[in-house]
């Protein structure tokens, strides 16, 4: 029901999802444990992430002295682009301050900067941010937004769920450092999927079991153990960190089994006990419907679930493909035509349709050709597999 409420939340564009302080650190701090220096001398800019709701900031500048950052840059959308705007009410960190204008306040986004002691009280932290108006509503894609992003090293943040194709590709055109949240299957996008198989980008540490929990003054229409009143959270299922700043689980060599013995000895019953592993009748690769079931002896190539990536070692693995509609990565065996798709679907559900075969890899399974969920197609690094 959480995919059923993000994909609401995409349509209604409700992008008010704000992170805990506690994934925030748990994240970065797998970053810091690989490259203790990863954000010395760096200028941060946090695109998506006012203050007075967003934990990014307060993380960050908290943390200004201990990561030997150079700056930090905040910016926030204008109270009118956001859901709630009716009931949005300035904090008196905005109203006691001489610069606080009640026409702007609506209408225009905000900046903050952070570059030093600011008080006097020998400490950086929250207390020393600097604030003003921009002068235009805070989007990430205007021009004020964007010069703030060329003269940034890094970019960090939770960026609006319904922009996420448009945020990454801002991101992205500039070859700059980035660790931002998305939704596991942003993974199949067209404008992402190429940028994990040339390793240009990949999955960050994580969260625990792909479970996320967000703060958002939006409450109206969750599932029941969705949205819980007592704590004010959103519980979101695969979500994920997308980054190009490397950690250590990345490097990780995945534990594996030979084939013959997770034919053996498999605790997925759809691998134990069956004489070999399905193979597809439209790519020629076999179907492995769970990671933990890769055999570490095959050399040819495998179709695995997009959750593998989140245990993907670019040392172990190459990612060849994905079965997809398009044949992009020219690794079809088999295109099927509208009569066999129909004929399919008939035989499956005894009725007329069609079964879009060419949408996914297909295995034969007691006569019927049948769909797997999406897969990405790897292949052992040379001298990997044993």
Same mark, same amino acid.
């Given at each position: 029901?959480?995919?059923?409420?993000?994909?609401?939340?995409?349509?209604?564009?409700?992008?008010?999802?704000?992170?805990?302080?506690?994934?925030?650190?748990?994240?970065?701090?797998?970053?810091?444990?690989?490259?203790?220096?990863?954000?010395?001398?760096?200028?941060?800019?946090?695109?998506?992430?006012?203050?007075?709701?967003?934990?990014?900031?307060?993380?960050?500048?908290?943390?200004?002295?201990?990561?030997?950052?150079?700056?930090?840059?905040?910016?926030?959308?204008?109270?009118?682009?956001?859901?709630?705007?009716?009931?949005?009410?300035?904090?008196?960190?905005?109203?006691?301050?001489?610069?606080?204008?009640?026409?702007?306040?609506?209408?225009?986004?905000?900046?903050?900067?952070?570059?030093?002691?600011?008080?006097?009280?020998?400490?950086?932290?929250?207390?020393?941010?600097?604030?003003?108006?921009?002068?235009?509503?805070?989007?990430?894609?205007?021009?004020?937004?964007?010069?703030?992003?060329?003269?940034?090293?890094?970019?960090?943040?939770?960026?609006?769920?319904?922009?996420?194709?448009?945020?990454?590709?801002?991101?992205?055109?500039?070859?700059?450092?980035?660790?931002?949240?998305?939704?596991?299957?942003?993974?199949?996008?067209?404008?992402?999927?190429?940028?994990? =198989?040339?390793?240009?980008?990949?999955?960050?540490?994580?969260? &625990? /079991?792909?479970? #996320?929990? +967000?703060?958002? @003054?939006? *409450?109206?229409?969750?599932?029941?153990?969705?949205?819980?009143?007592?704590?004010?959270?959103?519980?979101?299922?695969?979500?994920?960190?997308?980054?190009?700043?490397?950690?250590?689980?990345?490097?990780?060599?995945?534990?594996?089994?030979?084939?013959?013995?997770?034919?053996?000895?498999?605790?997925?019953?759809?691998?134990?006990?069956?004489?070999?592993?399905?193979?597809?009748?439209?790519?020629?690769?076999?179907?492995?419907?769970?990671?933990?079931?890769?055999?570490?002896?095959?050399?040819?190539?495998?179709?695995?679930?997009?959750?593998?990536?989140?245990?993907?070692?670019?040392?172990?693995?190459?990612?060849?493909?994905?079965?997809?509609?398009?044949?992009?990565?020219?690794? =079809?065996?088999?295109?099927?035509?509208?009569?066999?798709?129909? &004929? /399919?679907?008939? #035989?499956? +559900?005894?009725? @007329?349709? *069609?079964?879009?075969?060419?949408?996914?890899?297909?295995?034969?399974?007691?006569?019927?050709?049948?769909?797997?969920?999406?897969?990405?197609?790897?292949?052992?690094?040379?001298?990997?597999?044993?």
């Amino acid at each position: 029901m959480a995919n059923v409420n993000l994909s609401a939340a995409k349509r209604a564009k409700y992008d008010e999802f704000y992170t805990q302080y506690r994934d925030i650190e748990k994240e970065i701090s797998a970053y810091l444990d690989y490259d203790p220096h990863v954000f010395r001398g760096k200028t941060i800019l946090l695109p998506c992430d006012d203050p007075e709701w967003s934990n990014f900031t307060r993380y960050f500048a908290q943390n200004f002295e201990r990561f030997g950052l150079k700056k930090l840059i905040s910016t926030s959308y204008a109270a009118d682009s956001k859901t709630y705007s009716d009931a949005y009410q300035p904090t008196l960190f905005e109203t006691a301050d001489p610069k606080f204008d009640r026409g702007k306040t609506t209408l225009n986004g905000k900046i903050f900067t952070l570059t030093g002691d600011r008080t006097g009280d020998r400490e950086i932290n929250i207390d020393d941010l600097e604030w003003d108006y921009l002068d235009g509503d805070g989007d990430f894609r205007s021009a004020e937004v964007t010069r703030l992003r060329d003269e940034s090293d890094m970019i960090i943040t939770n960026p609006p769920f319904s922009l996420f194709r448009e945020f990454l590709a801002w991101i992205v055109e500039t070859d700059k450092q980035f660790v931002i949240i998305g939704n596991l299957n942003a993974i199949t996008y067209k404008e992402v999927f190429p940028l994990i =198989k040339d390793d240009i980008i990949w999955l960050g540490n994580g969260f &625990q /079991a792909g479970n #996320a929990y +967000f703060f958002t @003054p939006n *409450t109206d229409n969750y599932a029941e153990g969705v949205f819980n009143p007592e704590t004010g959270l959103v519980k979101f299922r695969n979500v994920c960190w997308f980054t190009n700043l490397d950690h250590g689980r990345r490097h990780q060599p995945l534990p594996l089994m030979t084939m013959e013995d997770n034919l053996k000895f498999s605790k997925h019953k759809q691998i134990r006990g069956k004489a070999s592993y399905d193979r597809y009748d439209n790519y020629d690769a076999i179907e492995v419907p769970f990671t933990d079931a890769i055999p570490s002896d095959y050399d040819g190539v495998m179709g695995v679930p997009i959750s593998f990536l989140d245990k993907y070692n670019p040392e172990q693995f190459e990612i060849m493909g994905m079965c997809e509609n398009l044949d992009l990565y020219n690794m =079809k065996t088999k295109v099927y035509t509208t009569e066999q798709c129909k &004929q /399919a679907y008939f #035989a499956k +559900f005894g009725k @007329p349709g *069609t079964y879009d075969l060419n949408a996914s890899g297909v295995i034969e399974k007691n006569g019927l050709l049948e769909k797997v969920y999406q897969r990405i197609l790897i292949q052992h690094r040379r001298g990997s597999a044993k």
